[in-house]
């Protein structure tokens, strides 16, 4: 089995920055993708981005692309996520998720999952 365990969470104001972590441990070896998902009060859970294990590819949701930036150190079995100009509708719980296979912007094709942080964007 795999474990994760995000980390970095808050309450921020609009146009502020926050970085979130997510640590892999156990059986890493499995995976060829890590991602991160949000879930907003009474939405369905959203994709936000995507990275292939080696770090070399990224996919990143449009609502995102330009303010987010993931990235994945291997030696940590770490994947972050870099949060810039954000604002009140980013507030969501975010989940880290890792699976085998190629990246996918699809949650039900994950296998692994972290127990989410809360990010709060204030306006």
Sequence with gaps: QAQL????????????????????????????????????????????????????NTFYADSVRGRFTISINNAKNTVYLQMNSLTPEDTAVYYCAAKTGGPSSRGEEYGSWGQG???TVSS
């Design 5 to 56: 365990v995000e980390s970095g969470g808050g309450l921020v104001q609009a146009g502020d920055s926050l970085r979130l972590s997510c640590a892999a441990s156990g059986r890493t070896f499995i995976f060829h993708a890590m991602a991160w998902f949000r879930q907003a009060p009474g939405k369905e859970r959203d994709f936000v981005a995507t990275v292939t294990w080696s770090g070399t």
């Design 117 to 119: 942080t809360q990010v």
